[in-house]
């Protein structure tokens, strides 16, 4: 059973940045496909940022330039690194693993941005 845990987060004022991590733990995720989604209140979980297995990342229009993702593979870890942060990106924000047709997700973080 894969583990995710979340860490990171918090409050920061508009232009600021943070730095979200997520320690994975109980299984091998090597050739799996990592993401960070996101959900503001009222709204659906969106997908932020996916790295694949081979390296390869993808970005929301909306974050394009500002985020950035990686991994740690030795440390099992995966983190969102957010820059320039706008009011609009507050939200919980999730990381995710998908690996052989299944999908486990972190326990959330709050980002707070204020202008």
């Known amino acids: 059973q894969v583990h995710l845990r979340q860490s990171g987060g918090g409050l920061v004022q508009a232009g600021g940045s943070l730095r979200l991590s997520c320690a994975i733990s109980?299984?091998?995720?090597?050739?799996?496909?990592l993401a960070w989604y996101r959900q503001a209140p009222g709204n659906q979980r969106d997908l932020v940022a996916n790295?694949?297995?081979?390296?390869?990342?993808n970005y929301a229009d909306s974050v394009k330039g500002r985020f950035g993702v990686s991994r740690d593979w030795p440390r099992n870890s995966v983190f969102l690194q957010m820059d320039s942060l706008e009011p609009e990106d507050t939200a919980v924000y999730y990381c995710?693993?998908?690996?052989?047709?299944?999908?486990?997700w972190g326990q959330g973080t709050q980002v707070t941005v204020v202008s």
């Open positions: 995710n693993v998908q690996t052989r047709g299944r999908s486990f």
């Open positions: 109980g299984g091998n995720v090597a050739h799996a496909t």
């Open positions: 790295m694949s297995s081979d390296g390869s990342a």
